[in-house]
């Protein structure tokens, strides 16, 4: 009788011990079907939000080539449609009138070319490094708009492509306050820390709703090379006291 009980107790211990077992592979199963399924949704949205970036990427160089084409049609070609003009027209050769003419079409010419030259590629930007980029940009900025450039801590020289990243975001955001904000004065803060290179980019003019605001070519320029550069960063901004961007560049 007592063998009985004891293979009884043997016999349901192992069905319970089968069923736990059972039911514990069962669960591990839905667990890794489960985390399959939110690693290929992750995945999939990393691709969705590459292609996006891509998208975004392309349609951003087409508007600055369009930018370029239309500079170089009205700034550049006028002025040459202008000096042709006078200097194919014989009567005008020797004449006090063309003498005025090319003088001043060609510094306007020379200073247009530089212009756009500087738009495509920073001149001397791998010998200078950002910083003196920055200053040399600033020096040609029209005296209507005080820009500051305040550095804490001695700047550590980054790789060329990330500063040449970090020279267009300043780039971009002056050239919307200079266009949009009405300021009087930017400042751009940089700060070189053991973490990461932080930014702080101000204006003191219009300001801008950034709930309501559409984000337009400028800011998405500036959105896009952030991203790129895995920034974490964050606009501020209040009516009539213009636009903060606070930029956090992590070390790789």
Same mark, same amino acid.
Do not use: C
């Given at each position: 009788?007592?063998?009985?009980?004891?293979?009884?107790?043997?016999?349901?211990?192992?069905?319970?011990?089968?069923?736990?077992?059972?039911?514990?592979?069962?669960?591990?199963?839905?667990?890794?079907?489960?985390?399959?399924?939110?690693?290929?949704?992750?995945?999939?949205?990393?691709?969705?939000?590459?292609?996006?970036?891509?998208?975004?990427?392309?349609?951003?160089?087409?508007?600055?080539?369009?930018?370029?084409?239309?500079?170089?049609? +009205?700034?550049?070609?006028?002025?040459?449609?202008?000096?042709?003009?006078?200097?194919?027209?014989?009567?005008?050769?020797?004449?006090?009138?063309?003498?005025?003419?090319?003088?001043?079409?060609?510094?306007?010419?020379?200073?247009?070319?530089?212009?756009?030259?500087?738009?495509?590629?920073?001149? #001397?930007?791998?010998?200078?490094?950002?910083?003196?980029?920055?200053?040399?940009?600033?020096?040609?900025?029209?005296?209507?708009?005080?820009?500051?450039?305040?550095?804490?801590?001695?700047?550590?020289?980054?790789?060329?492509?990330?500063?040449?990243?970090?020279?267009?975001?300043?780039?971009?955001?002056?050239?919307?306050?200079?266009?949009?904000?009405?300021?009087?004065?930017?400042?751009?803060?940089?700060?070189?820390?053991?973490?990461?290179?932080?930014?702080?980019?101000?204006? #003191?003019?219009?300001?801008?709703?950034? +709930?309501?605001?559409?984000?337009?070519?400028?800011?998405?320029?500036?959105?896009?090379?952030?991203?790129?550069?895995?920034?974490?960063?964050?606009?501020?901004?209040?009516?009539?006291?213009?636009?903060?961007?606070?930029?956090?560049?992590p070390k790789k």
């Amino acid at each position: 009788m007592e063998i009985n009980i004891t293979l009884t107790f043997f016999v349901a211990s192992v069905l319970v011990l089968a069923l736990m077992v059972g039911f514990s592979l069962l669960a591990y199963r839905v667990f890794m079907n489960r985390l399959l399924k939110e690693k290929q949704l992750q995945y999939q949205k990393e691709i969705a939000y590459q292609k996006k970036l891509l998208q975004q990427n392309i349609e951003i160089q087409e508007k600055e080539r369009e930018r370029i084409a239309v500079l170089l049609h +009205d700034e550049v070609g006028n002025k040459l449609n202008v000096l042709s003009i006078w200097l194919t027209n014989p009567e005008a050769w020797g004449t006090d009138r063309l003498k005025e003419v090319v003088s001043k079409q060609f510094p306007s010419l020379i200073e247009s070319t530089r212009t756009i030259s500087h738009r495509l590629y920073p001149v #001397n930007f791998e010998a200078f490094g950002l910083i003196l980029s920055l200053e040399n940009l600033i020096h040609n900025i029209d005296d209507s708009l005080a820009v500051n450039l305040i550095i804490k801590h001695v700047y550590n020289p980054r790789e060329l492509a990330f500063e040449v990243q970090v020279y267009r975001i300043v780039q971009e955001f002056l050239s919307n306050v200079l266009k949009h904000s009405g300021a009087s004065q930017f400042d751009i803060h940089i700060k070189d820390e053991k973490y990461g290179l932080a930014l702080l980019l101000a204006d #003191n003019g219009s300001g801008i709703d950034l +709930d309501k605001i559409e984000r337009g070519m400028g800011l998405r320029n500036i959105e896009l090379r952030l991203k790129s550069l895995n920034a974490h960063f964050k606009w501020k901004s209040q009516p009539n006291k213009g636009v903060r961007l606070i930029i956090l560049l992590p070390k790789k």
